[in-house]
C-alpha cells in the first residue's frame, strides 16, 4: 500500500508540473517577461525531475535479488543526483535568457490575468511542496523529499519573480526584470547544488544521524542482558533502510543459544524504534572485548 501511494504521489507530481508549466507560460505569453520566462522554463526541469523521481520509486521497490542482495533503495539517490543535475542546467538556461532579455530591448506589458496565472501557479506548487516533503519524510522517500525541496525553490523564485515584474511596470526599470531573471538562476542553482551535495551523501554510505546512533547505542545497552559490551558500531542509510552492525561480546561459556537469544532481543528493539532497520550481530567471546564499546546494563 505504501508503494502505491508513493507511486501515486509521483504520478501527481507530473500532472501537476504540466497543469503548472501550461499556467507560468501563458504568464510569459500575456507578460513578455523574461523573469517569467525563466521561471516557467524552470518549470519543465519540474516535469523531467519527476519522471526522474517516479522511475526512481518504482526501482527502489524492487525486493532484494541474487545482483542486489541489499535491495534497491539507492536508485532513489541516483534520481535525486539527476535532479540537482537539471536543476544546475536550467538555472544557465536562465542566466542566458537573462542576458537575452537585458540587450533586446523590449519591455514587459501589464497584464492582470498574466499576473494572476503566475500567482495561481505560484499557490499549487507551494501546497504540493509542502505535501511531498512531508510524505516523503514520512515514507523515508529521498527521492520525494528532492523533488519538494525543488518545488519549494520554485515557489520562492515565483514570489521574486512576480515582486519584479510588478516593479518594473510600476518603475520602467526593465533593467529589474533581468536583474529578476539572474536572482531566479542563483536561487536555482544553490537548490541543484544542495540536492547533488546530499544525495551524494548518500550514495557514499553516509552514517545514520546523531540522534538515531545514540538510540541504538541506548537500545542495545538496555536490551542486551546477559552479555557484557558492544563496540565497533557502524551504520550506513540507503533509502528508507538503515543498516546496523555491531560486535557483540558475550562470556566464553555462554552457549549458542543463549547468545542467539540476546541477539534476538536487540533486533526486536532496534526494528522497533528505528523503522527500516536492518541488523547485523557478529557474536564474540569476552577476551575480544576493547572495553571501549557500548556497556550492556
Known amino acids: 500500500m505504501d508503494l502505491k501511494l508513493r507511486l501515486r504521489t509521483a504520478f501527481a507530481s507530473i500532472v501537476i508540473g504540466i497543469l503548472v508549466l501550461g499556467l507560468k507560460f501563458g504568464a510569459y505569453w500575456l507578460t513578455g517577461s523574461v523573469a517569467l520566462y525563466s521561471d516557467a522554463l524552470e518549470t519543465t526541469v519540474n516535469i523531467a525531475s519527476s519522471l526522474a523521481t517516479l522511475a526512481a520509486v518504482w526501482f527502489a521497490a524492487k525486493p532484494a535479488d541474487s545482483n542486489h542482495p541489499y535491495g534497491h533503495d539507492k536508485a532513489e539517490y541516483f534520481a535525486a543526483v539527476l535532479v540537482g543535475v537539471m536543476i544546475v542546467l536550467a538555472a544557465l538556461f ?16 501589464y497584464s492582470a490575468p498574466g499576473i494572476s496565472l503566475n500567482i495561481a501557479a505560484a499557490v499549487i506548487n507551494g501546497l504540493w511542496a509542502r505535501y511531498l ?37 510600476l518603475t520602467g526599470w526593465k533593467v529589474l526584470d533581468s536583474a529578476l531573471a539572474v536572482f531566479v538562476g542563483m536561487t536555482v542553482l544553490w537548490s541543484g547544488w544542495g540536492l547533488v551535495k546530499e544525495s551524494v551523501g548518500g550514495l557514499m554510505d553516509e552514517a545514520a544521524s546523531a540522534d538515531v546512533l545514540t538510540k541504538i547505542r541506548l537500545l542495545i545497552s538496555e536490551h542486551g542482558e546477559g552479555a557484557l559490551e558492544a563496540h565497533d558500531l557502524r551504520t550506513r542509510i540507503a533509502g528508507k533502510s538503515t543498516f546496523v552492525d555491531f560486535h557483540l561480546v558475550v562470556p566464553g561459556s555462554m552457549a ?9 532481543r536487540i533486533e526486536v528493539a532496534i526494528a522497533e524504534d528505528v523503522p527500516g532497520a536492518h541488523i547485523t550481530i557478529h557474536v564474540e567471546p569476552e577476551h575480544k572485548a576493547k572495553h571501549s564499546g557500548i556497556v550492556v546494563l
Open 94 to 109: 536562465i542566466f542566458r535568457e537573462a542576458w537575452f532579455g537585458l540587450t533586446s530591448g523590449d519591455t514587459p506589458e
Open 256 to 264: 549458542v543459544d543463549e547468545a542467539h537469544e540476546i541477539c534476538d
Open 133 to 169: 516533503m512531508h510524505h516523503g519524510k514520512k515514507t523515508r522517500s529521498p527521492a520525494l523529499v528532492a523533488d519538494g525541496k525543488h518545488l519549494m525553490t520554485d515557489v520562492v523564485s515565483s514570489l521574486s519573480v512576480l515582486v519584479g515584474v510588478v516593479l518594473v511596470l
